[in-house]
């Protein structure tokens, strides 16, 4: 079923379904129509145009399954590599066998029909030699009698085991009438067509029961006003294709003839050969007698003289001719050289045979082992998908994929331990945001208003959470105090100290009004309190709006800047002071800091901040610097607070462009109002 669901939603196969379907249909209407269907062309070419949709549908479905198979078939890649192996590595090896066996076979029938032509050539040229001989002796009268002559030819022939026949050829008119014999030896009919002719070759003979075969010589006699010739005949009869076969290691089966007179015109002939083939064999090309094969012969039709083609059918014994070949080697002792080859051939055979089995065993455990390694793998990515990062790979190999699986397993061991990282990470970036807005919480949340006084104040972490902090303190109705600090470090201690910081200022504000005597004894409780290392600058300013005044201390801090609303240039508030939270050192802070009070007019704008406005870099290098934040406050001394900070953070950022924010920037901006005071 899921098969199914899987070719109806592939497209490929889709269509050439609907297509056969259609083609179907088509066919079912033109079959139920019958009689009605439209005109007998139009049936016809319909039927025509479904059966070709029906066989390229088919077509295409058989090939697309096909494919699928054989992608199925060759989705591991072990049985890729066997494949390969067979198609790269064996099947050549044994097309090459299959080359060398036929060509071999080619070689020993070929040979084996030129040693049968080659045996009845020899016949040929012992005819013609007797009967040039014999013509000779006639021609010279010293033979003797001519009969006597012939015969004595005629047993020398038959004593070689050939049926054979020396006679005398004569016209029909220059015959007594008879066919028996002459004065001068036995006389036979002369073919018109051989008047005056030598001839020699293989003749077809036609007699009452049959067609006949025998190999014939004819030498004319120069007899003056005589047309007469001396023919020798050796019969093809079982005693002499005994012979062929004895030289020729090849069996005779039959004949068939080719073409025999003009009027057979399907090879036939009027009257079967003598030579008849063994019935037994027919249809087997190979058999215990050996390779079925054929030898080509040219005859004579000797009523017409006219030359056809013979095919004597033969058996052909591979075991048997390479006895009749290699048999007549030299020998030393009872070895025969023949033999020689026969055993270098069979061991060069073993050799080749040997190496391709080690071959063939060494591809298949070389597959084996490189697919075991991808089966492995395989397995491993698997566990992996499924978020098990504890699964190892064995590592049975000492190679490439040996290195592999280790490099795997290595790779998953790094997954885990940058899993756990990375929720550690999570764990610490939640603690962070948490802190983060836990630090946010100790800003002023609500704007602190004191009447004739405009307040506003930014603070931004370079990280999650820093060390910068700000507050302002409502001291009594008039009065406020602004305080500013910035913590050593960065990071979740940093917020830490803030946080102590806040506690502190909050309680010691309300205790002291002067700004010098709380941040002395500020310095006396941190330096207890700080870890070594640590510690803190602050400016703290207290704003009386009832007197006009600001009085303001400072512990290592950057200076204050008051911009006055009348016109004219800002000037940067500075009063000496050390660090706050050095241990051994309080004597020195309190030796060392100072108090200054200023006077405020209506309009003056009062800023206070921390390094990280001053010193924001650009991706040069160079610092944004009192100077440029002085000239923002000059330029926008007349715009409210709100919109001031906006121009300061946003003159930073611009100035800093693609540069990185490295500290805290934490900023409080005071603006006396028209009619403070009054």
């Known amino acids: 079923m899921e098969a199914l669901k899987r070719m109806a939603r592939d497209r490929w196969l889709w269509w050439p379904l609907l297509a056969l379907l259609g083609a179907a249909v088509v066919h079912l209407v033109l079959r139920f129509m019958g009689s009605a269907a439209p005109g007998p062309v139009v049936a016809s070419v319909l039927e025509v145009i479904a059966n ?3 066989a390229a549908a088919v077509g295409s479905v058989t090939f697309i399954l096909l494919v699928r ?3 199925h078939l060759l989705w591991r890649v072990r049985r890729k590599l066997i494949l390969s192996y067979i198609l790269t590595g064996l099947l050549p090896i044994v097309l090459i066998a299959i080359l060398f066996l036929v060509a071999g076979t080619l070689t020993l029938l070929a040979f084996s029909s030129y040693m049968v032509t080659l045996s009845v050539d020899d016949l040929v040229r012992e005819a013609r030699a007797v009967a040039a001989a014999a013509a000779g002796e006639l021609e010279a009268g010293d033979g003797g009698e001519p009969a006597a002559m012939l015969a004595r030819h005629q047993r020398a022939l038959t004593s070689r085991g050939v049926t054979a026949a020396v006679n005398l050829l004569a016209e029909p008119r220059q015959r007594d009438g008879s066919e028996g014999s002459a004065p001068d030896g036995p006389v036979v009919a002369m073919p018109g067509w051989l008047a005056g002719r030598a001839f020699a070759g293989l003749a077809a003979v036609r007699e009452a029961d049959g067609v006949r075969f025998a190999v014939r010589a004819v030498q004319p006699l120069p007899t003056a006003g005589e047309a007469r010739a001396v023919m020798v005949e050796l019969l093809l009869d079982p005693a002499a294709v005994a012979q062929i076969e004895r030289v020729t290691a090849a069996t005779v089966r039959g004949v068939t003839i080719v073409s025999f007179n003009e009027e057979a015109t399907d090879g036939r002939v009027d009257a079967e050969p003598v030579l008849r083939p063994d019935a037994a064999d027919q249809g087997a090309f190979v058999s215990g007698d050996g390779l079925a094969w054929f030898t080509v012969l040219e005859h004579t039709d000797w009523d017409s003289g006219r030359a056809q083609l013979l095919a004597l059918n033969v058996r052909v014994s591979p075991a048997v001719l390479y006895q009749t070949v290699f048999g007549a080697q030299a020998r030393i002792g009872e070895f025969s050289l023949g033999y020689a080859y026969l055993v270098v051939f069979v061991v060069v055979v073993l050799l080749f045979v040997i190496i ?5 065993v060494m591809g298949l455990a070389l597959a084996r082992s490189i697919t075991g390694a991808v089966h492995e793998l395989f397995i491993g990515t698997g566990r992996v998908q499924q978020g098990d990062f504890t699964h190892r790979i064995k590592v049975q190999t000492r190679d490439q994929l040996g290195d592999l699986a280790e490099s795997f397993n290595s790779m ?4 885990r331990d940058l899993l756990q990282q990375v929720g550690e990470k999570k764990r610490l970036e939640e603690e962070l945001r948490i802190a983060h807005e836990v630090q946010m919480s ?21 990280r999650e959470v820093g060390g910068d902090y700000y507050d302002v303190i409502r001291l009594g109705e008039r009065r406020l105090g602004v305080l500013v600090a910035d913590v050593s470090g960065k990071g979740t201690p940093a917020a830490f100290y803030m946080a102590e910081l806040k506690g502190l200022v909050l309680s010691l504000s309300r205790v002291h009004e002067s700004p010098r005597q709380m941040l002395i004894e ?9 870890e070594s290392g640590r510690f803190v600058t602050m400016m703290y300013a207290v704003v009386d709006t009832g007197r006009n005044v600001l009085t303001c201390a400072r512990a290592g801090h950057g200076p204050l800047i008051h911009v006055p609303g009348a016109g004219g240039g800002g000037r940067v508030v500075a009063p000496d002071g050390l660090i706050a939270g050095l241990a051994g050192f309080e004597q020195r802070f309190e030796d060392i800091i100072a108090e200054e009070t200023h006077a405020m007019e209506p309009g003056d704008l009062i800023a206070l901040f921390t390094d990280g406005i001053t010193e924001a870099m650009n991706p040069d290098e160079e610092q944004f610097g009192e100077q440029r934040l002085t000239r923002v406050l000059e330029e926008h001394r007349d715009a409210d607070v709100a919109a001031v900070r906006q121009e300061i953070l946003g003159g930073v950022s611009r100035f800093a462009g693609a540069a990185r924010q490295h500290d805290d920037m934490t900023l409080v ?4 109002q028209n009619g403070v005071g009054v």
């Open 356 to 360: 391709e089995a080690v071959a063939l």
């Open 522 to 530: 500020l310095n006396r409780l941190l330096s207890g309190n700080m």
């Open 442 to 462: 100790l800003l002023p949340r609500d704007t602190v208003t004191v009447p004739g006084l405009d307040i506003t104040g930014a603070c931004i972490p370079a």
């Open 69 to 71: 198979s054989l992608r």
């Open 412 to 415: 998953t061991a790094s997954v």
């Open 669 to 672: 901006l005071l603006k006396v």
């Open 52 to 54: 070709l949709v029906i």
